[in-house]
Nanobody, 125 residues
């Protein structure tokens, strides 16, 4: 079993920055898991934001966040991060951390096995 806990959400003004963290734990978790970030805004489907391979060598981003968000991981701390810069009001959503068993990196919600509870990010104009 794997448990994921997100933190770092909050309220910021447009153009500001936030850094989300996701702490992983559980006997089933290992550092070879693919980690991803997704978000869901009111009235919308949950969408892919970013993902990272086990060693951080491969990263993937939604077009809407490329150049503004950076995903990273610290395997020694069992933690994945999402650095969000130049935030826009349209980035407002609940952000979820997700983990996928070792293997190829996917961007589909259905491919991920474990999910955190989500953390709210609100960007004011």
């Amino acid at each position: 079993q794997v448990q994921l806990v997100e933190s770092g959400g909050g309220l910021v003004q447009a153009g500001g920055s936030l850094r989300l963290s996701c702490a992983a734990s559980g006997r089933s978790f290992n550092n070879y898991y693919v980690m991803g970030w997704f978000r869901q805004a009111p009235g919308k489907e949950r969408e892919f934001v970013a993902a990272i391979s086990w060693n951080g060598g491969n990263t993937y981003y939604a077009d809407s966040v490329k150049g503004r968000f950076t995903i990273s991981r610290d395997n020694a701390k069992n933690t994945v991060y999402l650095q969000m810069n130049s935030l826009k009001p349209e980035d407002t959503a609940v952000y979820y951390c997700a983990a996928d068993r070792p293997g190829p990196v996917f961007i589909s919600v259905d491919e991920y096995d474990y999910w955190g509870q989500g953390t709210q990010v609100t960007v004011s104009s």
